[in-house]
T-cell receptor, first 115, second 113 residues
């Protein structure tokens, strides 16, 4: 139980284009989802927290107009990187927390490369 | 959430127990100790968590000191597949938006033959 999937697992896009990453909780309902970013040899950095049906809460220094988060259902959240640039190349990981519970479960991550 | 301190790296021989320490001297009474690990290029994997009693599951054991200021994660028989970065995280267990996992630098465990 408690499986979180991400799609795609890796993506290459050209500078200036937008890319959407999906995060799904497969066997539970996730009231809250989290998006993290991880650069090589660094730890995970929380980007934003989203509750189903509400606007996401972004961490300090994360541009909300660049990283669009939609949490439209209890099993799906999407992260759209708009006008991507090479410095946005990173490993993006989502996490979901089951309704009424405190544990967080993580997806396998999406590696984004912007050329 | 309270900050944690972990050694940067550790080595362990395969088949031996791996003991990973974590200091959390500013932990509050309602904060739990969580352990996650991240194998290269994968998402973090939950290992175990506890409040004040020692805990054991199929993956590991968690030993928390009586004053709760430190803990040790024990992998009883380490294998090469246990090579990963291990994160000790302290947080309040709640469903609120503010309760989130904040990752430090972790301990890079290298299991060798």
């Amino acid at each position: 139980g408690a499986v979180v999937s991400q799609h795609p697992s890796w993506v290459i896009c050209k500078s200036g284009t937008s890319v959407k990453i999906e995060c799904r909780s497969l066997d539970f309902q996730a009231t809250t989802m989290f998006w993290y970013r991880q650069f090589p040899k660094q730890s995970l950095m929380l980007m934003a927290t989203s509750n189903e049906g509400s606007k996401a809460t972004y961490e300090q220094g994360v541009e909300k107009d660049k990283f669009l988060i939609n949490h439209a259902s209890l099993t799906l959240s999407t992260l759209t990187v708009t006008s991507a640039h090479p410095e946005d190349s990173s490993f993006y990981i989502c996490s979901a927390r089951a309704s009424g519970r405190g544990e967080q479960y993580f997806g396998p991550g999406t590696r984004l490369t912007v050329t | 959430d309270a900050k944690t301190t972990q050694p940067t790296s550790m080595d362990c021989a395969e088949g031996r127990a791996a003991n990973l320490p974590c200091n959390h001297s500013t932990i509050s009474g309602n904060e739990y100790v969580y352990w996650y690990r991240q194998i290269h290029s994968q998402g973090p994997q939950y290992i175990i968590h506890g409040l004040k009693n020692n805990e054991t599951n199929e993956m590991a054991s968690l030993i928390i000191t009586e004053d709760r200021k430190s803990s040790t994660l024990i992998l009883p028989h380490a294998t090469l597949r246990d090579t990963a970065v291990y994160y000790c995280i302290v947080r309040v267990l709640s469903t609120g938006t503010a309760s989130k996992l904040t990752f430090g630098t972790g301990t890079r465990l290298q299991v060798t033959l």
